[in-house]
Nanobody, 121 residues
């Protein structure tokens, strides 16, 4: 079994910064891509950023230049540094990971429970 636990959400004023973390634990053999998604109230979940095991990144146009995704493979952890936050960034942010799990050996698409980011104007 694999668990993803996010932390770092909270309330911040527009223009401020937050750093989200997501740690994966459990019966993990390896983790391929990791990413962050968000869901604002009344809207569909959308991609924010992804990062491959090798460090290649992809960002939604709305966050390019403001957000930076990174990961620590040794710690099975992914981060999202969010700068110049805007009220429209307010959402629940979810961590996602493509996990190769052991016991039994299988591929999983794991999700965290979400962490709320609120940006006030």
């Amino acid at each position: 079994q694999v668990q993803l636990v996010e932390s770092g959400g909270g309330l911040v004023q527009a223009g401020g910064s937050l750093r989200l973390s997501c740690a994966a634990s459990g019966s993990i053999f390896s983790i391929n891509a990791m990413g962050w998604y968000r869901q604002a109230q009344g809207k569909q979940r959308e991609l924010v950023a992804t990062i491959t095991r090798g460090g290649s990144t992809n960002y939604a146009d709305s966050v390019k230049g403001r957000f930076t995704i990174s990961r620590d493979n040794a710690k099975n952890t992914v981060y999202l540094q969010m700068n110049s936050l805007k009220p429209e960034d307010t959402a629940v942010y979810y961590c996602n990971a493509e996990v190769i799990a052991t016991l039994p050996l299988n591929a999983l698409n794991a999700w965290g429970q979400g962490t709320l980011v609120t940006v006030s104007s």
